[in-house]
């Protein structure tokens, strides 16, 4: 029978970035002169740029300026980490290693942009585990729309049915949902009593049993 597929979200599953996204963002507002709304974080977690901009810190309704916002972000977060290095999450290389062995084929599907998931691979040295990877300029629409996660299925040949998805974002699990994928939360961004709309919830990676996920599809 064919083993399933894993696809891994990427901030807050296999690196602790949050603080490097948190502190780009102030960066940005400090250089084009905009409010940070309180709390704006936390409720964009996982979200695209292009749904953060213009919906939750209403900068601006331009695509064209989106755009460029959006892109600027992100060329700050990547000076960020060259000034501040990364680390995989503890447990991230130890699973990883597990499901290789298992030869259980992993996939990146992340709202982050290519560029910055390619620098981090090479800044943390674990390219070798994944075979593809989906990021926000493969898709259109943000999560939870299950796009990213869909498009990531295909890239190791699984029907949705057959992949599980580690997520630490509530729009995350739920795209995970809609993709009809089970899904697995990792309390990194949110607390273990939080993360209940998961079909399990663990502190690191580490502490899953590959056997026992090989039985949701037994």
């Given at each position: 029978m ?8 990427w ?8 603080a490097h ?39 601006s309704s ?27 999450l ?5 699973w990883l ?10 996939v990146?599907?992340s ?26 300029e ?6 939870p729309?299950p796009?990213?996660f ?27 949902r ?14 273990l ?15 899953l ?10």
């Amino acid at each position: 029978m064919q083993s399933w597929g894993a696809i891994f979200d990427w901030d807050g599953v296999i690196i602790d970035s949050s603080a490097h996204h948190e502190e780009s963002w102030e960066r940005l507002a400090r250089e084009i002169a905009k409010p940070l709304p309180a709390g704006h974080f936390k409720r964009g977690f996982g979200m695209k740029n292009e749904f953060i901009i213009p919906q939750l810190l209403a900068w601006s309704s331009d695509l064209d300026e989106i755009r460029r916002l959006s892109l600027r972000k992100e060329s700050l977060y990547r000076e960020v980490v060259k000034e501040r290095g990364l680390a995989p999450l503890p447990g991230v290389t130890t699973w990883l290693r597990k499901l290789a062995d298992a030869n259980i084929p992993c996939v990146v599907g992340s709202s982050t942009h290519r560029e910055n998931i390619e620098l981090a691979l090479e800044a943390i040295h674990l390219r070798e585990f994944f075979t593809a990877i989906v990021s926000a300029e493969d898709v259109s629409h943000g999560k939870p729309d299950p796009e990213v996660f869909l498009k990531a299925a295909q890239k190791i040949d699984r029907p949705p049915e057959r992949c599980v998805v580690f997520e630490d974002a509530h729009v995350g699990i739920q795209a995970a949902r809609n993709a009809g994928m089970r899904v697995i939360a990792v309390a990194t961004t949110n607390p273990l009593s939080d993360l209940t709309n998961a079909d399990l919830a663990v502190e690191r990676l580490d502490q899953l049993d590959i056997e026992k996920i090989g039985e949701w599809f037994a």
